[in-house]
């Protein structure tokens, strides 16, 4: 079987294949953040690729599967983490990389429109969680390294303060026209860190105080 016929992806960098897939995904992305998830056509993106139609449909089939492969391709063309050599310097380098992202016109809105299709969409939805556990992954060394430095408590889960970071930049897009600035991206890490510090994202049921206007069983 030739390279005409392989999986995106498959075929060594360099190839026809991978030039169309990268064509390909550029165009769909552009698509998603100029007319969102809805109006996605596999036809538009062939022309937008100047690659034949047949191509387009016999490789990705359905908008779903050529989203979930752009996730795939945003993922591992993601920026390696950035180390400090302190938990919240780490941090705030993640949080100004997502603001940097979330705030640039064309990526701000392509992950508008992908969270938005992976409300209604299943494999979308798949796509999107895989995505982001690889960014996650990505950097949650980052908070190992603060553990073994004694900065945060041994039992911290790193995943969680990772996702600490990025969900008030999230939010911020989803739920409001306010700018998106480094400082938004400097009060989350801060957030998170101090968070973290305190015991706040340690594995385990909680062992905190009784809430007030309570009392312990005997």
Same mark, same amino acid.
Request: glycine share 8%; proline share 7%.
């Given at each position: 079987?030739?390279?005409?016929?392989?999986?995106?992806?498959?075929?060594?960098?360099?190839?026809?294949?991978?030039?169309?897939r990268?064509?390909?995904?550029?165009?769909?992305g552009d698509a998603l953040a100029e007319r969102g998830f809805a109006h996605l056509d596999l036809a538009d993106v062939a022309r937008r690729a100047e690659v034949g139609r047949t191509t387009v449909y016999r490789?990705?089939?359905?908008?779903?599967?050529?989203?979930?492969?752009?996730?795939?391709d945003m993922a591992e063309q993601s920026l390696p983490r950035t180390e400090t050599g302190s938990l919240l310097g780490d941090l705030r380098a993640n949080a100004r990389l997502v603001q940097r992202?979330?705030?640039?016109?064309?990526q701000g809105a392509l992950f508008r429109a992908v969270i938005a299709a992976a409300v209604c969409e299943a494999r979308t939805a798949e796509a999107l969680h895989r995505f982001y556990d690889v960014r996650v992954d /990505?950097? !949650?060394?980052?908070?190992?390294? #603060?553990?073994?430095?004694?900065?945060? =408590?041994?039992?911290?889960?790193?995943? +969680?303060?990772?996702?600490?970071?990025s969900a008030p930049l999230y939010y911020r897009l989803l739920t409001s026209?306010?700018?998106?600035?480094?400082?938004?991206?400097?009060?989350?890490? /801060?957030? !998170?860190?101090?968070?973290?510090? #305190?015991?706040?994202?340690?594995?385990? =049921?909680?062992?905190?105080?009784?809430? +007030?206007g309570t009392r312990p069983t005997d």
């Open positions: 079987m030739g390279s005409e016929d392989a999986d995106p992806g498959t075929v060594r960098p360099g190839g026809r294949t991978a030039r169309v990268a064509a390909v995904l550029q165009a769909a490789r990705w089939g359905t908008p779903t599967a050529l989203v979930a492969d752009l996730l795939t992202t979330l705030a640039d016109p064309r /990505e950097w !949650a060394p980052c908070v190992q390294q #603060a553990v073994d430095r004694g900065e945060v =408590p041994e039992d911290t889960d790193v995943h +969680e303060v990772i996702r600490a970071v026209d306010r700018s998106l600035d480094e400082a938004a991206a400097d009060r989350a890490a /801060e957030a !998170a860190a101090t968070a973290a510090r #305190a015991g706040a994202y340690r594995r385990g =049921p909680s062992t905190g105080t009784p809430c +007030e």
